[in-house]
T-cell receptor
Framework: AQSVTQLDSQVPVFEEAPVELRCNYSSSVSVYLFWYVQYPNQGLQLLLKYLSGSTLVKGINGFEAEFNKSQTSFHLRKPSVHISDTAEYFCAVSTRGSARQLTFGSGTQLTVLP | DSGVTQTPKHLITATGQRVTLRCSPRSGDLSVYWYQQSLDQGLQFLIQYYNGEERAKGNILERFSAQQFPDLHSELNLSSLELGDSALYFC???????????FGPGTRLLVL
């Protein structure tokens, strides 16, 4: 079975500052990795995904993440955040199998301060 | 807008009752997944259907059941509801078994 740990439950940051949201995973088999964002009272929107290939993945809204197999991490970064980035961010993994259900971390609430 | 629709958006009911949540996947998607988001358990996978057949089960209670119909829409049935079933229930869909999942807006269930 796989698991996901999001190390920070809340991350406050000032507008235009850089941010990193940390995600570590555990799995005995190869995984696919995802970051989803949930704005207040909305569903989950896919930010980016790592399936294979380049370990640096670029997503929507200026976010990027780097897959580090040796550290079993998939941290999310943005060089300059905006007020509109305030949301909850979820890291998720799925295993390479026939039924690819997602295992989610507990989420990180990013609050961008003016 | 992901293209996945869920109805109703909100549902308030009493303990012991039964409700049905509906999900329409994106056009062309054959896989439907159900997830539950609660404050104490976080986001948890419940069940997956692919082209009408159950493919995977997660932490789904025996009081809960689901099905996927020939037109590919899916329903999640929750019975003998308890206070602890209050949560946000998400449906997601993907083209096949290996692709990215796209989530609907969710159904917020409140059991009183």
């Amino acid at each position: 079975a796989q698991s996901v740990t999001q190390l920070d439950s809340q991350v406050p940051v000032f507008e235009e500052a850089p941010v990193e949201l940390r995600c570590n995973y555990s799995s005995s088999v190869s995984v696919y990795l995802f970051w989803y964002v949930q704005y207040p009272n909305q569903g989950l929107q896919l930010l980016l995904k790592y399936l294979s290939g380049s370990t640096l993945v670029k997503g929507i809204n200026g976010f990027e993440a780097e897959f580090n197999k040796s550290q079993t991490s998939f941290h999310l970064r943005k060089p300059s955040v905006h007020i509109s980035d305030t949301a909850e961010y979820f890291c998720a993994v799925s295993t390479r199998g026939s039924a690819r259900q997602l295992t989610f971390g507990s989420g990180t609430q990013l609050t961008v301060l003016p | 807008d992901s293209g996945v629709t869920q109805t109703p958006k909100h549902l308030i009911t009493a303990t012991g009752q039964r409700v049905t949540l509906r999900c329409s996947p994106r056009s062309g998607d054959l896989s439907v997944y159900w997830y539950q988001q609660s404050l104490d358990q976080g986001l948890q996978f419940l069940i997956q259907y692919y082209n009408g057949e159950e493919r995977a089960k997660g932490n789904i209670l025996e009081r809960f059941s689901a099905q996927q119909f020939p037109d590919l829409h899916s329903e999640l049935n929750l019975s003998s509801l308890e206070l602890g079933d209050s949560a946000l229930y998400f449906c997601a869909s993907s083209v096949g078994l290996q692709e990215t999942q796209y989530f609907g807006p969710g159904t917020r269930l409140l059991v009183l």
